[in-house]
Nanobody, 133 residues
Framework: AVQLVESGGGSVQAGGSLRLSCVASWHTYVHYCMAWFRQVPGQRREGVVVFDDYAYNRTADFVEDRFTVSQDKRKRTVYLQMNGLKPEDTAMYYC???????????????????????????WGQGTQVTVSS
């Protein structure tokens, strides 16, 4: 089974930075579509960014160019660099993946993936991010 393991969360003050990592175990898939989501207890899960191995991506409006995704395919690791953190960014952050043989994220699915988490079949356990004012 595919495993996703997030790390890098922590507590920072407003304006600070964190870099989240997600290590994925896959052996035979050629392509992938991955995403970062976040959720506060009692609230709806929010998509942060969807991206694929072709580097196409779709980002939530609240990111405002503060967050950047990068990938190290050799290490099977994706990163979410978060700068300019705000208290409202406090949440559990999850990595999600859809490993694909047929190609990267179909472009017409990006909105559904980002807004509703559709088509992601593998999820990590999350890493907590807490931003204090």
């Amino acid at each position: 089974a595919v495993q996703l393991v997030e790390s890098g969360g922590g507590s920072v003050q407003a304006g600070g930075s964190l870099r989240l990592s997600c290590v994925a175990s896959w052996h035979t898939y050629v392509h992938y579509c991955m995403a970062w989501f976040r959720q506060v207890p009692g609230q709806r899960r929010e998509g942060v960014v969807v991206f694929d191995d072709y580097a196409y991506n779709r980002t939530a409006d609240f990111v405002e160019d503060r967050f950047t995704v990068s990938q190290d395919k050799r290490k099977r690791t994706v990163y979410l660099q978060m700068n300019g953190l705000k208290p409202e960014d406090t949440a559990m952050y999850y990595c999600a993946a859809d490993f694909r043989e047929e190609g990267p994220c179909p472009l017409d699915t990006l909105d559904a993936r980002l807004q509703r988490g559709e088509f992601f079949y593998n999820w990590g356990q999350g890493t907590q991010v807490t931003v204090s004012s």
